[in-house]
């Protein structure tokens, strides 16, 4: 383990006339040690976090999350839904053929995946749970960001969600994924088929998770587009796909941007290329109708898929601890 660098404040006392055999004053002060020791494994270096033994720890820290969550100067009052958007985009880069990519090693801290066109936004998401790992350190971003998301959800009243602990944060970009691998709103059911099948979802998986959108809205000064899916998006619920099938779409623009999006009559809601998508499919519209009329049927599959989709490249040992594969530089 490479020797902690001192951090030094030089204070200089200045005679009025320069004298050599005067000695310059210097206090030199320590930079604070680390809060979790920096480990090297499998030639990661990384910090390892609480384990599933340290259950009153993981109610402290997720009380502390909702706390964070109401904000009357953002959107409808609420930082749950960003916050749910980051815990999904921190997951959504694994690639089942490569290993590569997910929540583990958090690993939207560095350059590119920070700058990647599907995470512009996210910054208010990370610096709202900043205060939150400050006052609870021995929890690592990885763990504390898929669990904001966790809570996120129960918190807007929706289903259960399973988490567990122990994932690792890497100390540099070495292991980043490249950008690209989250979906664009703007293109085909195909695209929504490779990206999720990439990441191991099925097609009801894929429908579910997309049932998501009945939370939180879109930015124009962010993505382009402007507006909410749902008429509560703060509120867990099938709503997604009920109004996505109920409501007449029109094509219409963000006047600002010029960004292609749809618009029910009145003009209140809005809906992407690829929720749209959703009702083209046939594939994909047998499970929007199926969501749209069972609220509970819907609850469920959720849950399953995105607990799914927190675990997405974790590998656990046989006592749940994180282990890292030994070929992901390959």
């Known amino acids: 383990m490479p020797k902690q660098l001192l951090k030094t404040t030089h204070k200089v006392t200045k005679p009025s006339t320069f004298n050599p055999s005067k000695k310059l004053i210097v206090k030199i002060k320590p930079r604070k040690q680390p809060v979790k020791e920096e480990i090297e494994e499998n030639h990661y270096k990384v910090i390892r976090s609480i384990s599933s033994k340290d259950t009153t720890y993981i109610e402290m820290v997720s009380q502390a999350i909702r706390d964070v969550f109401p904000r009357k100067d953002y959107d409808d009052g609420s930082l749950a839904p960003i916050i749910l958007r980051l815990s999904w985009h921190c997951c959504a880069t694994f690639n089942k053929e490569t290993k590569k990519g997910g929540s583990n090693g958090?690993?939207?801290?560095?350059?590119?995946?920070?700058?990647?066109?599907?995470?512009?936004?996210?910054?208010?998401?990370?610096?709202?749970?900043?205060?939150?790992?400050?006052?609870?350190?021995?929890?690592?971003?990885?763990?504390?960001?898929?669990?904001?998301?966790?809570?996120?959800?129960?918190?807007?009243?929706?289903?259960?969600?399973?988490?567990?602990?122990?994932?690792?944060?890497?100390?540099?970009?070495?292991?980043?994924?490249?950008?690209?691998?989250?979906?664009?709103?703007?293109?085909?059911?195909?695209?929504?088929?490779?990206?999720?099948?990439?990441?191991?979802?099925?097609?009801?998986?894929?429908?579910?998770?997309?049932?998501?959108?009945?939370?939180?809205?879109?930015?124009?000064?962010?993505?382009?587009?402007?507006?909410?899916?749902?008429?509560?998006?703060?509120?867990?619920?099938?709503?997604?796909?009920?109004?996505?099938?109920?409501?007449?779409?029109?094509?219409?623009n963000v006047p600002e941007t010029g960004r292609v999006q749809y618009y029910n009559q009145d003009k209140s809601l809005m809906m992407l290329n690829t929720d749209l998508e959703l009702v083209r499919d046939y594939e994909f519209l047998i499970w929007v109708k199926i969501y749209a009329a069972d609220e509970t049927r819907f609850f469920q599959d959720f849950s399953k898929a995105f607990s799914k989709l927190l675990e997405l490249g974790i590998i656990r040992d046989s006592n749940g601890d994180v282990v890292l594969p030994n070929n992901l530089s390959s």
């Open 106 to 252: 958090a690993t939207m801290r560095f350059v590119p995946e920070i700058t990647d066109e599907g995470n512009t936004g996210l910054d208010i998401a990370r610096a709202a749970l900043e205060p939150v790992k400050h006052k609870f350190p021995k929890i690592t971003y990885s763990d504390l960001w898929t669990l904001a998301g966790k809570v996120a959800i129960e918190y807007m009243d929706g289903p259960m969600i399973t988490w567990k602990p122990g994932r690792l944060d890497f100390l540099d970009d070495k292991y980043v994924p490249p950008n690209g691998n989250l979906p664009f709103a703007y293109k085909d059911a195909n695209h929504i088929r490779e990206t999720f099948t990439r990441m191991g979802f099925n097609i009801q998986e894929m429908v579910a998770l997309l049932g998501a959108h009945t939370l939180g809205r879109c930015h124009k000064r962010f993505s382009g587009w402007e507006g909410k899916w749902t008429a509560n998006p703060t509120k867990f619920s099938n709503d997604f796909f009920v109004v996505l099938l109920q409501e007449d779409w029109q094509v219409g």
